[in-house]
């Protein structure tokens, strides 16, 4: 468990490969996005939704990327070569705790309400940190923006995508 605990650690020095991508030097690190996700099921989180199995998905949806690192669509990486490399570094990482891996399989299957809510909030944030480098750096965002209201399916998470990319600074 100790060699578990500390290779995660490794996701709060992981930068979020797509804001690199746009020239963002101090980009946000992999476990700050999990934060970001983390904190949109505390604030947001509708009735009818199981917050804290939602918010053990947050917390886990990208754990793999300690392992296999940040892939991007710019990678040129298939969807399913891309879950097949998660699946198979969580299997090794989390073959002492199995219920975790359940919950990946969860949020990587979308069969839940749980597991879809938490997959439109990875969404927004991503589109709420577009904005944020957009203000911050004078970077253009906006196929994040893009990205993110073309992924998403909770008619409340699309209106909030709507209303930022409608106050995001245009360049």
Same mark, same amino acid.
């Given at each position: 468990?100790?060699?578990?605990l500390l290779e995660t650690l490794q996701l709060k020095e992981l930068p979020r490969a797509g804001w690199s991508r &746009?020239?963002?030097?101090?980009? =946000?690190? &992999?476990a700050a996005h999990s934060w970001g996700v983390s904190w949109l099921v505390v604030a947001v989180c509708p009735e009818g939704i199981d917050q804290h199995k939602a918010?053990?998905?947050?917390?886990?949806?990208?754990?793999?990327e300690a392992r296999v690192g940040d892939i991007t669509p710019?990678?040129?990486i298939e969807k399913s070569q891309k879950s097949a490399m998660e699946s198979e570094a969580l299997q090794d990482m989390l073959h002492m705790r199995p219920d975790l891996y359940q919950l990946w399989e969860e949020y990587e299957q979308q069969k839940t309400p749980e597991a879809k809510l938490v997959h439109d909030l990875d969404r927004l944030d991503m589109a709420l940190q577009a904005v944020k480098y957009s203000r911050d750096?004078?970077?253009?965002? =906006?196929?994040f923006l893009i990205s993110a209201?073309?992924?998403?399916?909770h008619p409340d998470v699309i209106a909030m995508i709507e209303r930022l990319?409608?106050?995001a600074p245009s360049l």
């Open positions: 468990m100790k060699e578990l &746009v020239g963002i030097g101090d980009a =946000e690190s &992999v918010l053990q998905l947050a917390v886990i949806h990208d754990l793999a710019h990678d040129n750096h004078g970077v253009d965002t =906006e196929e209201m073309n992924d998403v399916d990319r409608e106050s």
